[in-house]
T-cell receptor
Framework: DAKTTQPNSMESNEEEPVHLPCNHSTISGTDYIHWYRQLPSQGPEYVIHGLTSNVNNRMASLAIAEDRKSSTLILHRATLRDAAVYYCILRDHSNTGKLIFGQGTTLQVKP | GAGVSQSPSNKVTEKGKDVELRCDPISGHTALYWYRQSLGQGLEFLIYFQGNSAPDKSGLPSDRFSAERTGGSVSTLTIQRTQQEDSAVYLC?????????????FGPGTRLTVT
């Protein structure tokens, strides 16, 4: 699986938008970009995924660069409940689909 | 609908004993994964099942670990002769299909403590 690079930590203020970056310069054409998050003392939670086009769902938006070498997870209005570790992971369309977790970005949300 | 469930939520066992951890995936999901997370560590892939295909056991740390999936649904992860380094949260996830275009949905995990 191709490697992703994320900042170790970020801070945000409550009710403000948050942009979490991810670099994946070695992404292949069949890799999907997935985002998961893990709240304290809980299992990981699926957030969103995309291939080429930007994606929106009830939790977040995913903006994918035109060359697909980077992406940004956007939380439109951060809440205290969004404080978590956010993981950007590439899943190949053809392999077993196992997730290879890196260190992720620890997001702190300040009231 | 119901999510992924795991049991027990907590398990304390003595070193050398065998343990079984259970996972009930989301109904209709064909792919099932086991991961573990040791204290302060990242998530580590253990094993994967997809339909009737041979499982991918590449992540199992030793031959004391085994898993099965009966009837394409419920899965059991067995750890024989547990060691203290086996202490971790064991997480199960399921996915509608294995293809990269499908998300994985995780259960709450089983916290295993080996004393």
């Amino acid at each position: 699986d191709a490697k992703t690079t994320q900042p170790n930590s970020m801070e945000s203020n409550e009710e403000e938008p948050v942009h979490l970056p991810c670099n994946h310069s070695t992404i292949s054409g069949t890799d999907y970009i997935h985002w998961y998050r893990q709240l304290p003392s809980q299992g990981p939670e699926y957030v969103i995924h995309g291939l080429t086009s930007n994606v929106n769902n009830r939790m977040a938006s995913l903006a994918i660069a035109e060359d697909r070498k980077s992406s940004t997870l956007i939380l439109h209005r951060a809440t205290l409940r969004d404080a978590a570790v956010y993981y950007c992971i590439l899943r190949d369309h053809s392999n077993t689909g196992k997730l290879i977790f890196g260190q992720g970005t620890t997001l702190q949300v300040k009231p | 609908g119901a999510g992924v469930s795991q049991s027990p939520s907590n398990k304390v066992t003595e070193k050398g004993k065998d343990v079984e951890l259970r996972c009930d995936p989301i109904s209709g999901h064909t792919a099932l994964y086991w991961y573990r997370q040791s204290l302060g560590q990242g998530l580590e892939f253990l094993i994967y099942f997809q339909g009737n295909s041979a499982p991918d056991k590449s992540g199992l740390p030793s031959d004391r670990f085994s898993a099965e999936r009966t009837g394409g649904s419920v899965s059991t992860l067995t750890i024989q002769r547990t060691q203290q380094e086996d202490s971790a949260v064991y997480l199960c996830a399921s996915s509608l299909m294995v293809a990269g275009g499908h998300g994985q949905y995780f259960g709450p995990g089983t916290r295993l403590t080996v004393t």
